[in-house]
């Protein structure tokens, strides 16, 4: 039995890939996703993450494509499989949505998928998640979009992927020509041109050359086109970076895709690649050291908590990310941090429910379970009752504002919503540091404001008012001897729940300033 259940997990992890799309709003990660889920046979038609996307929040429609396609489809992650392969995507919103779980997903993720737009190159927010990643030291794989309109040089992304991200690259194809000259992408491994027709299609003609100076190509590409392929392939061979899949491995090195994902042109030919260098899902370090996915008994962390936004549903959903063994649907788990037992069934049901219950899952599988309360970030579930991961990272905030409340005689409902929430991870809180005390609210997205003042209403009955400041930056104030008057010229000093000291400023110019005055301290972006 034991034996069985060993070779079981063995073989489900191998096949899995659990991977997030990290980008720039508008790069085309909608896009491309979109198109490697048609790849998975996941949905039929184009359109339907488009339409997810458009209607994010009425959730129900979304549903409802999910019931069509009998897909496992939640909110924040992506199921299909490819190739005897089964690919988890997960998804990092864009823009708007953008706070702390953003980030912590990426925690979930055994790899990152960059995706760049070809003109605008490496974008704010690509910075911002890419170096979450690096962080982990996970492999970092890059797409660079939009190859059917005019960009920047091949050369010069690369370029840019060094200097502004720290990372090399090695292109494992490379385009002949652009924008409206674009006739193709030369693949490197395999030596053939895959050939660009424009407009969507699934089959794209591929021809097998001898290598880039192959006749062939410049009766393809034209003489001008196959003279650049040339010279740019023969500098490449010289001066570039060969593959190295040990640094692929340590995210020391990003093997990088040219392609079009609206015209699903490269995109195939990427998932192959990816799927192919991509690792499966790694171990996660506990108190009991590190955790392999091979381990037999179950255990998992949850890293995201999600409330219903829904004011008929005030439950919440705790995402799991699986670490081992198999989960099985009714199963008895130790929920480590309270010390009891918990039954992963009613009500803690899967996000699927009933649109896809998930009987079982392993290890990289991210699974949804019905929160009544009982979690809370990084809470570890396992069969051993002191098996804890890690704690999860927590990110410098960068938007404040400060809060109070409408209706003083509230004041008991906001302490305690004040307190829970910021247990669970939505919101850091800080209070000014001596005379009289005003409470800061600290995050990383101005949703997270939002979902805090919606939720400070719907579940703990306040109306709380924000008043945005200027700060933008969170530096912690590591210091035996700190004279806290010396803070006060340029920052904001003010007080985390620990009671550690944080400057808040309003520029760059006044944290440098801080810094100079200050050569004993230390200043952390994070608590220490
Ligand atoms: P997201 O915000 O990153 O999810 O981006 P979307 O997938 O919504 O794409 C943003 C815009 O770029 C949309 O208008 C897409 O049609 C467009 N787009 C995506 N991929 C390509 C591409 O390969 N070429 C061109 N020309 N446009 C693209």
């Not at 193709?184 to 050939?195: F, I, P």
């Not at 410049?218 to 500098?235: F, K, P, S, T, V």
Request: some cysteine.
């Amino acid at each position: 039995m034991t034996k069985q259940l060993n070779e079981e997990i063995q073989h489900e992890v191998d096949k899995r890939r659990t991977f997030a799309i990290i980008s720039h709003p508008d790069a085309g990660k909608t896009t491309l996703t979109e198109k490697l889920l048609l790849f998975g046979g996941a949905i039929r038609e184009a359109g339907s993450v488009k339409a997810r996307k458009a209607s994010k929040h009425a959730t129900s429609d979304w549903m409802e494509i999910e019931k069509q396609r009998g897909i496992s489809v939640t909110s924040s992650v992506m199921q299909f499989d490819y190739n005897g392969h089964r690919v988890n995507i997960l998804d990092t919103p864009g823009h708007q949505d953008f706070s702390e779980d953003t980030y912590r997903t990426l925690t979930a993720a055994d790899s990152a998928v960059m995706l760049i737009d070809v003109a605008k190159g490496v974008e704010a927010q690509t910075i911002k998640l890419f170096q979450v990643c690096r962080r982990r030291g996970i492999p970092i794989f890059t797409f660079i979009n939009k190859l059917d309109r005019e960009g920047q040089s091949p050369f010069d992304l690369m370029e840019e992927l060094e200097r502004v991200l720290g990372i090399r690259s090695v292109p494992m194809n490379w385009p002949i020509g652009m924008g409206r000259e674009l006739c193709g992408v030369y693949d490197r491994m395999k030596n053939q041109v895959e050939l660009f027709q424009g407009n969507d299609h699934s089959t794209i003609e591929v021809r097998k050359v001898g290598d880039f100076r192959d006749p062939v190509i410049r009766e393809m590409a034209g003489d001008y086109l196959a003279d650049q392929l040339e010279q740019d392939l023969e500098l490449l061979d010289v001066a570039g970076d060969p593959f190295d899949f040990e640094k692929v491995r340590a995210g020391e090195l990003t093997p990088v895709f040219f392609g079009s994902a609206v015209n699903n042109f490269g995109v195939q030919t990427f998932l192959e690649n990816f799927l192919q260098l991509a690792p499966k899902p790694a171990s996660r370090n506990s108190t009991s050291g590190p955790v392999e996915p091979t381990n037999e008994k179950f255990s998992g962390y949850v890293f995201k908590i999600q409330a219903n936004m829904n004011p008929a549903h005030r439950d919440r959903i705790a995402f799991l990310r699986i670490v081992s063994g198999r989960f099985e649907r009714g199963m008895s788990v130790k929920h480590v941090r309270m010390g009891k037992d918990i039954k992963l069934a009613q009500p803690q049901q899967f996000l699927a429910q009933d649109r896809d219950i998930v009987e079982a899952a392993y290890p990289g599988d991210i699974i949804g379970l019905f929160d009544p309360g009982i979690f809370r970030i990084g809470d570890s579930l396992a069969m051993s009752k002191d098996l804890e991961f890690d704690e999860l990272p927590t990110f410098s905030p960068e938007i404040f504002a400060k809060v109070s409340i409408k209706n003083a005689l509230k004041k008991k409902q906001y302490e305690k919503g004040l307190d829970q929430l910021t247990e669970e991870g939505t919101i850091q809180v800080f209070t000014t540091a001596g005379g009289f005390e005003d409470t800061i609210l600290g995050v990383v997205g101005q949703l997270q404001f939002e979902v805090f003042e919606y939720r400070m209403k719907g579940e703990y009955g306040v109306d709380v008012i924000l008043q945005r400041m200027t700060f933008q930056f969170a530096r912690w104030i590591v210091d035996d001897n700190i004279d806290p008057s010396k803070y006060r010229i340029n920052s904001t000093l003010v007080k985390d729940k620990k009671g550690n000291y944080v400057a808040l400023f309003e520029n760059e110019y006044a944290m440098r300033t801080a810094m100079d005055k200050n050569p004993t301290s230390k200043f952390l972006e994070t608590a220490p």
